[in-house]
C-alpha cells in the first residue's frame, strides 16, 4: 500500500476546501453565539446562588454566614447546575462539529471502497478480538467508526477505551486505534503479542486463562517487551520467531511510546495502536479550520495506521505466497 495513493487528488482537495469554506461561514456563526451564550448562562446561574446565599445569611449564625451547612449544598447544586448548562451552551458547537465530520470524512477518504462512518457505535469486529490482547475490562466506549476496502484490503478503524473498575477506582486498560482486518490466511487458534506485565498479573491471568500457552521470539528485546500467547503453539510458534517478529521490531521504531499489539483470531487479525490522540478531531469551534494543519494530517494518519495494518496481515502467509 503506497502513502501516495492513498493521499486525495487535486479534484479532493478542492471539493474538501469547498467543504470547508461552507463550514467556516457556519463555524464564525456559531463561535459568536456562544461567546455570549456560555457567560450568559454560566452568570445567570452564579447570580441566582449569590442571591439566594445572601438571604440564607439573614438567617445563619454570625460565625456561619457565606459558609453554613445550607451556603454549602447550595454553592454544590450551583456547581452543578453551571456545568449542565455549559453544556447546554455549548451544544450548538459540538452538533455543528459531529455533522461536518459526518460529511467531511467521507470525502477526504474517498480512495476507500464502500467506506462508512458512525460515530459512537459499537464497531462489528469488536466482540471477535481476543481479551487476552486488552485484559479484564467491564466498560468500553467508541468514538469514531470507519470501515471499508482499501485495494482489497477490507478493514474496520475505530478509536476504543476499555476500562475495568467503577467510580474512582476504575482504570484504563486500553485506549487507542483498532484496525481489525480479513486475515490473508486464517490462523487456526488465538494468537495474540500484547505488552509484558508483571509477575502477579502474569499469574493470575495464568490460572484463569490455561488453554492460553506462552512462548518466546527468541529475540531478547521482543521479549522484554512482549508477551506471546496462543492456544496452538505449533501453529504460532514458526510466526512468532519469524513475520510476527520482524513487524513488531519495525512497529517498535514507528510507535515507540506504548507497544502496538498483534491479535490473530481464526480468520480475523487486529492491530491494537494505543494513543490518547484523538485522530480525527476537529480543533475548538473558536478555531478555523485549515487543509493543511488540521485535515491533511488526518488524511496521512489513516494512510499510515492502514499501511501498518497490511504489513502485519502478511504475518500469516506462507512464502511465495504473498
Known sequence: MAMENFMPGAADIAAIR????????????????????????????????????????????????????????????????????????????????????????????????????????????????PREAVGAFNKQSFDDVISGRYEEFPFELYEAELRVGSGKDSSTVFKG?????????????????????????????????SKMQDLSSGVPELDAAYEFRTDNIEAARPLVTGRLAQALKWLGETWPDDPARVALNGADGFLLLPQTKNFFELPDISVPLDYQTHVAPMISDMGAMLATAALVRKIGVRDGAI
Open 18 to 129: 469547498k467543504d470547508i469554506e461552507t463550514y467556516e461561514t457556519k463555524r464564525a456563526s456559531v463561535a459568536r453565539g456562544v461567546r455570549w451564550r456560555v457567560p450568559l448562562f454560566v452568570g445567570l446561574v452564579v447570580v441566582f446562588v449569590a442571591l439566594i446565599a445572601w438571604l440564607f445569611n439573614k438567617v445563619a449564625d454570625p460565625h456561619e454566614q457565606w459558609f453554613s451547612t445550607p451556603h454549602v449544598f447550595l454553592y454544590g447544586i450551583g456547581l452543578v447546575a453551571s456545568s449542565v448548562l455549559y453544556f447546554q451552551a455549548m451544544k450548538p458547537a459540538k452538533r455543528l462539529q459531529q455533522s461536518f465530520r459526518e460529511t467531511l470524512l467521507p470525502i477526504i477518504f474517498g480512495s476507500i471502497a464502500d467506506m462508512r462512518y458512525q460515530h459512537g457505535g459499537r464497531p462489528n469486529s469488536f466482540d471477535r478480538l
Open 177 to 209: 486505534v483498532i484496525v481489525a482486518f480479513e486475515a490473508i490466511e486464517p490462523f487456526p487458534g488465538v494468537l495474540v503479542a500484547t505488552r509484558r506485565t508483571n509477575a502477579v498479573v502474569g499469574f493470575f491471568r495464568g490460572m484463569f486463562a
